[in-house]
């Protein structure tokens, strides 16, 4: 097989185990530890999850990790009204995330790429919530979701270069 990868981060089987090994700690990570807000939601670290695979595989395989880590977590948690919306929605971030940092990891593009997963997740909730509950219950994501990816931010500035170091780049 051939382990040189294209601009999206598409390798092999390898890549493709990677991320669905990638995806499953997505979901434990979003399950476990759930840390209530005030705002009657929670925070987790399972989007650090996220910043990872962009950072590491690319656009496609940060989509697909964020995509089906997270929307499997709500099913499984019972949240499962939020799967659609997030596969859509954390799909997008890790896209984001990816485009901005794949092949390009430095301090610049990774705080660039956490402000675009906040503003796509933060606005994807509220409007995704708006239909759900109203838009004043809708706008309580406007305060949670800032604080997940706070959370999430700070885990990932540890995580990514000592991942990435361990693998050498080459992930």
Not at 24 to 49: E, N, W
Request: glycine share 10%; hydrophobic share 55%.
């Amino acid at each position: 097989m051939n382990n040189k990868s294209n601009r999206y981060g598409i390798v092999d089987t390898r890549s493709f185990i990677r991320a669905s090994m990638l995806a499953a700690l997505a979901c434990v990570l979003t399950m476990f530890p759930q840390i209530p807000t005030p705002t009657g939601g929670y925070v987790h670290f399972g989007d650090c999850i996220i910043y990872l695979a962009s950072a590491l595989m690319g656009p496609l395989w940060g989509a697909a990790v964020g995509a089906v880590g997270h929307s499997v977590a709500d099913i499984i948690s019972g949240h499962a009204i939020f799967a659609l919306p997030t596969f859509i929605i954390k799909g997008l971030a890790g896209f984001a995330a990816g485009k901005i940092m794949y092949g390009r990891l430095n301090k610049k593009n990774f705080v660039l790429s956490g402000v675009a997963c906040l503003l796509i997740v933060t606005v994807g909730y509220f409007i995704a919530e708006i239909p759900m509950f109203g838009v004043e219950a809708a706008a309580v994501s406007l305060i949670s979701s800032p604080a997940q990816w706070l959370m999430s931010m700070a885990a990932s500035v540890i995580m990514i270069p000592a991942v990435n170091k361990i693998v050498g780049g080459r992930m």
